[in-house]
């Protein structure tokens, strides 16, 4: 089975770390990848930027779409925990 991943991914799964505050091992294991593939590509990203990933990749199409169900996933994780903590905040301020 290909396993190439696309340049967009790489770079989603590279921000991801930067941006959720979350650890490398934490990001990996969302994205069912392996956490030396994530240093690899954080490396890439920081010593060529968006050049990091010059190939354009091509998935099956079964690995197209489990990529972005895993991607939908995570969005709606991150969703559900600040819904959470709205209702948590508004239920305290009803009292």
């Known amino acids: ?4 991943l696309d340049k967009d991914y790489k770079l989603m799964a590279v921000n991801r770390v930067k941006e959720s505050g979350k650890t490398v091992t934490e990001v990996a294991r969302e994205l069912d990848l392996s956490s030396n593939t994530l240093h690899g590509w954080i490396n890439k990203f920081g010593k060529h930027g968006s050049d990091a990933f010059p190939g354009s990749g091509h ?3 079964a690995d197209d779409e489990l990529r972005k169900l895993r991607k939908e996933i995570m969005d ?3 969703e559900n925990a600040i819904l959470k ?3 948590a905040y508004f239920a305290k301020n009803q009292k």
């Open 76 to 78: 709606l994780r991150e």
């Open 1 to 4: 089975m290909k396993n190439t």
């Open 59 to 61: 998935l099956y199409e």
């Open 85 to 87: 903590k709205a209702a």
